[in-house]
């Protein structure tokens, strides 16, 4: 499966750059632009896609959504209202539904979104096989574009996760004994370069806390190494502080 965000004549450049941003960050890398109001060259645009302005330069334009279209082979819209003149005999299903039929599915998937100021026409919606709405709050059920983007790419690539443990496992590794070990002795130093507490019997106990805090916490390698750094720099600093005054 190969998904592609297809925008329907964006308008503002804030937008723009934030949406190649977020599918950056849910490695989906296809956007394409229907007669964009918006140059994917923006300054503001490039601004706000920060590490992800390759997207915005590799961005395909297109004069009319058929010619979009017609280089994917499923198309799902999104709109913010469902049912009444929202096409009725398409009941929207919900991302997290979305997300789960999309895994079982191996073509190439456009995902629709409208424009900030009115979003899809009845028409334009017509034309797609589906339509995703995302539940929000009677109150003010639309939302900002950029934001519904993230939505549905991050129930998608949560998904994606589920049906990939290995890559889960990849991304995320468990910290070992050893690594824990390892910032359980940096603590201890820490401790003791303070020398606090005074009482070293008390000091050890705090030593046996943070050790069973990392154990209950089932912290990840990632957040472990983390802390390796601050720990080091507090403790150089520490004792460059006690040979100053010594």
Same mark, same amino acid.
């Given at each position: ?5 297809? /925008? &329907? ?6 937008? $723009? ?8 960050? *849910?490695? =989906? #890398? ?80 456009? /995902? &629709? ?6 979003? $899809? ?8 096989? *589906?339509? =995703? #709405? ?113």
């Amino acid at each position: 499966m190969k998904l592609k965000v297809i /925008l &329907v004549e964006p308008e503002y450049p804030i937008n $723009l750059g934030a949406i190649a941003r977020v599918m950056k960050n *849910f490695g =989906v #890398t296809d956007l394409i632009l229907v007669n964009p109001k918006v140059s994917p060259n923006n300054k503001i645009a490039r601004t706000f896609a920060v590490h992800a302005v390759d997207i915005l330069e590799n961005a395909k334009i297109h004069e009319s959504l058929e010619e979009a279209l017609n280089t994917v082979d499923l198309a799902i819209g999104t709109s913010g209202l469902a049912g009444g003149d929202y096409i009725p005999e398409r009941a929207p299903i919900s991302p997290e539904e979305f997300a789960k039929r999309l895994s079982i599915y191996d073509g190439e998937i456009g /995902l &629709v979104f409208g424009r900030e100021s009115r979003g $899809l026409d009845n028409e334009e919606l017509k034309k797609l096989d *589906f339509t =995703v #709405t995302i539940p929000t709050s009677e109150e003010y059920p639309i939302m900002n574009l950029s934001h519904a983007v993230a939505v549905i790419l991050y129930e998608v690539f949560k998904q994606k996760l589920k049906n990939n443990p290995t890559e889960v496992k990849r991304r995320l590794r468990k910290s070992t004994r050893q690594e824990r070990e390892m910032l359980v002795e940096f603590w201890a130093k820490f401790l003791d370069t303070l020398e606090y507490p005074k009482d070293l019997e008390k000091r050890r106990f705090y030593v046996l806390m943070f050790k069973r805090f990392l154990g209950r916490g089932f912290i990840y390698a990632k957040e472990v190494h983390s802390l390796y750094g601050p720990l080091r720099r507090a403790i150089k600093l520490l004792e460059r502080c006690k040979n100053d005054i010594n």
